[in-house]
């Protein structure tokens, strides 16, 4: 069926890196643009990063430019976040999003159940 | 970057009735790229209204959504049990696509 599948979170220390991967099915991957989006624990949801349907076109939230890196592999219909320099106030839920069409400015249809990143020492 | 501000924080109702949400930008929605989503708690968030107006697959027609410019309002028109959750505006038509702060309708 049509779902997002979220992996790769857990407890990692301040100042590392960890990488997220999101497993799309169902749907023609290739054709639409694919977001990030966490929660900190009891709070709002926050927009992280977007990338276009062929990975062309990547913007990003200030709070994470620089430190993080989205990317796509559509022959593995797999959307990654690479996340550096990690900092406690990136302790949340991420969750990966589909876009309605192949870029960036279009609603959020199709959301993952999301994976817990955690950074504490 | 817009900001989107949304009140009220809590709206306390009843079963039944009608409840109005507000979400107010900073600057101008372009091409009113203005979506609202419901989250209820543990799960993932789940899309509304899309483009001002527009229900999406599945959605009760008692969900409405309205505005211009800079004001939007998501209405529902009699409450259901299922309807007490979080619900977030967020703006895509220029990057960052910024959320607001989300308001919590609790039953009275």
């Known amino acids: 069926q049509v779902q997002l599948v979220e992996s790769g979170g857990g407890v990692v220390q301040p100042g590392r890196s960890l990488r997220l991967s999101c497993a799309a099915s169902?749907?023609?991957?290739?054709?639409?643009?694919m977001h990030w989006v966490r929660q900190a624990p009891g709070k709002g949801l926050e927009w992280v990063a977007v990338?276009?349907?062929?990975?062309?076109?990547?913007y990003y939230a200030d709070s994470v430019k620089g430190r993080f890196t989205i990317s796509r592999d559509n022959s593995k219909n797999t959307l990654y976040l690479q996340m550096n320099s990690l900092g406690a106030e990136d302790t949340a839920v991420y969750y990966c999003?589909?876009?309605?069409?192949?870029?960036?400015?279009?609603?959020?249809?199709?959301w993952g159940q999301g994976t817990l990143v955690t950074v504490s020492s | 970057e817009i900001v989107l501000t949304q009140s009220p924080g809590t709206l306390s109702l009843s079963p039944g009735e009608r409840a109005t949400l507000s979400c107010r930008a900073s600057?101008?929605?372009?091409?009113?790229?203005l979506a609202w989503y419901q989250q209820k708690p543990g799960q993932a968030p789940r899309l509304l209204i899309y483009?001002?107006?527009s229900r999406a697959t599945g959605i009760p027609d008692r969900f409405s959504g309205s505005g211009s410019g800079t004001d939007f309002t998501l209405t529902i028109s009699r409450l259901e049990p299922e309807d007490f959750a979080v619900y977030y505006c967020?703006?895509?038509?220029?990057?960052?696509?910024?959320f607001g702060q989300g308001t919590q309708l609790e039953i009275k």
């Open positions: 999003a589909k876009a309605s069409c192949s870029g960036g400015s279009c609603p959020l249809f199709l």
């Open positions: 169902g749907f023609t991957f290739n054709s639409y643009g």
């Open positions: 990338i276009s349907y062929d990975g062309t076109n990547k």
């Open positions: 600057q101008s929605v372009s091409s009113s790229y």
């Open positions: 483009g001002v107006s």
């Open positions: 967020q703006q895509y038509g220029s990057s960052p696509y910024t």
